[in-house]
């Protein structure tokens, strides 16, 4: 027979389902109904000419209701009724993955430099892990640096500072740097996915093909001479691998920038090794490889 929780144990549980689930972080003091806010401007506010009504962004409300932000423009997207799966739209749903990806794919494309880049990335809602995160996660390092890492998405002390790499695997990618002559001065370091996943899950499918257009513009808008794929999503996504990442380490592949074709390399991600620290002996031939060839490439002036 089920029996009754005391109150003290109940919320208890309810906290460990949440926390289970990702939600660990309380986006204000007191809890919000942002969907019925939502469904509420909806049905008052009149509606932008030129703009299909898909509904408000999921962190909208989170912003200052005066002055914000120029919304990034929508990409002509299909009308609303033809698209599928939107019946979120009238509960303020973020727009569906392929309208959000064609969205990100222009915004990116419209970015002169790293810094319109990153201020275009502060201001597009169509990824909705940008809901749940803190804040953007754009870069760390010297974007004018020879070689960039690419990891694969924030976790709890990057959503926290604004930087990738800066929990116990960044401390770990700063010792393999710094064990082939590198630091944040003569690195750049981004990630896949620029915002945290909830409860630092995997990015899915959805979440990265939206986030892609813009990790691609940013590595070609940074123009490093060495691409360094940290991990098995990060080398998938951005060399269209199938293979895992133990397989693919170690092996140079060609990555088309949109300008240039640069050496790119896969390596194991630090947090691996810090769980198989038998995996640091590859990841050393790897970083080795990397030192190698950045000895070998004709500096250009202007890079550090
Ligand atoms: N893991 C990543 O892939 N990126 C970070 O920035 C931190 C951990």
Request: aromatic share 6%.
């Amino acid at each position: 027979m089920a029996h009754e929780l005391p109150e003290a144990a109940r919320l208890r549980e309810l906290l460990a389902f949440h926390a289970e689930a990702g939600v660990d972080a309380a986006l204000g003091d007191s809890p919000a109904d942002r969907f019925a806010e939502s469904a509420a401007e909806r049905a008052t506010a009149p509606r932008p000419a030129g703009r299909p009504d898909t509904g408000p962004r999921p962190n909208a409300a989170a912003r200052p209701p005066a002055q914000p932000p120029t919304p990034i423009s929508r990409a002509a997207p299909p009308p609303a009724a033809a698209l599928p799966g939107l019946q979120g739209a009238a509960t303020g749903a973020p727009p569906p993955p392929d309208v959000a990806t064609l969205e990100a794919r222009e915004a990116a494309a419209r970015a002169p430099t790293l810094e319109a880049l990153k201020a275009i990335m502060e201001r597009f809602d169509g990824c909705p892990l940008k809901a749940t995160a803190t804040q953007l996660v754009f870069s760390d390092g010297n974007p004018a640096a020879r070689v960039m890492f690419v990891g694969e998405a924030p976790g709890r002390d990057e959503d926290i500072e604004g930087k990738p790499f800066v929990g116990r695997s960044g401390k770990l990618l700063d010792r393999m740097m710094a064990a082939i002559g590198l630091d944040r001065t003569s690195a750049y370091i981004a990630n896949v996915v620029p915002w945290r996943p909830p409860g630092n899950r995997t990015p899915t499918p959805q979440e990265t093909a939206i986030c892609l257009p813009f990790i691609r513009r940013q590595i070609e808008l940074a123009d490093p001479d060495v691409l360094v794929c940290l991990g098995g999503p990060s080398a998938q996504t951005l060399l269209g691998i199938k293979e895992g990442i133990t397989k693919a380490r170690g092996r140079w592949f060609d990555y088309d920038t949109g300008s240039r074709t640069i050496p790119a390399l896969a390596s194991f991600h630090p947090a691996y090794l810090l769980r198989t620290p038998l995996g640091k002996r590859m990841a050393w031939r790897d970083f080795l490889a990397v030192s190698k060839a950045l000895a070998q490439i004709p500096a250009r002036p202007g890079r550090g």
